[in-house]
């Protein structure tokens, strides 16, 4: 089945400083999706992708879905304390089925 | 309108024993989905109803059940728990089309402890 890779597994950063975390297939993607797990949460879906190139934009988050639809990134401008958590991209197959990566970390310390 | 509930939100096994966990999709929804996350395997798809019809099933053993009720509320069930089965159960809602494109909203999870 389809498989997602995201990286990096953790970053630490100083709030104001930005952050990127990467996904990648092998294959290409029908979508991208991303959710966001606040520590003793649940996933919480941000945004969904599907088109070539595709650019959204919400506040402070910047989502890209690649060209050849085989990767994607969600960047966060300025971080904030509020963006702690650990950020998912996952890929729908068949029905309502969700492959999802291994997640990004984040930690903003003030 | 409500959210997704799971019940119980927590639960204490013994290895051997079985388990049955609870969810109640948002009202309209017919798409029940069930994920396993530990922190070493992250999340993983267990299985999907649909209409009370086992859509699609996740690479899980036959000890890993589910079913879904005719008002969409679904369970799943984990006989012969194993202490590898201590995880967060979460299940998500969908209006379920045929389309892979619905968005999925999560419950809060059942946090399972195998002792």
């Known amino acids: 089945g389809q498989q997602v890779m995201q990286i990096p597994q953790y970053q630490h950063v100083q709030e104001g400083e930005d952050f990127t975390t990467y996904c990648n297939s092998s294959?290409?993607?029908?979508?991208i999706q991303w959710y966001k797990q606040r520590p003793g949460g649940h996933p919480v879906f941000l945004i969904q992708?599907?088109?070539?190139?595709e650019v959204k934009k919400q506040k402070r988050l910047t989502f890209q879905f690649g060209e050849a639809k085989k990767n994607s990134s969600l960047h966060i401008t300025a971080t904030q304390t509020t963006d702690v958590g650990t950020y998912f991209c996952a890929t729908s197959g068949g029905y309502s089925t969700l492959t999802f990566g291994k997640g990004t970390m984040l930690l903003v310390s003030p | 309108k409500a959210g997704v509930t799971q019940t119980p939100r927590y639960l204490i096994k013994t290895r051997g024993q079985q388990v049955t966990l609870s969810c109640s999709p948002i009202s309209g929804h017919r798409s029940v989905s069930w994920y396993q996350q530990t922190p070493g395997q992250g999340l993983q798809f267990l299985f999907e109803y649909f209409s009370e019809t086992q859509r699609n099933k996740g690479n899980f053993p036959g000890r890993f059940s589910g079913r879904q009720f005719s008002n969409s509320r679904s369970e799943m069930n984990v006989s012969t728990l194993e202490l590898g089965d201590s995880a967060l159960y979460l299940c998500?809602?969908?209006?379920?089309?045929?389309?892979?494109?619905?968005?999925?909203?999560f419950g809060p999870g059942t946090r399972l402890t195998v002792l």
């Open positions: 294959t290409t993607l029908s979508n």
């Open positions: 992708l599907v088109k070539s190139g």
């Open positions: 998500a809602s969908s209006l379920g089309g045929t389309h892979n494109t619905d968005t999925q909203y």
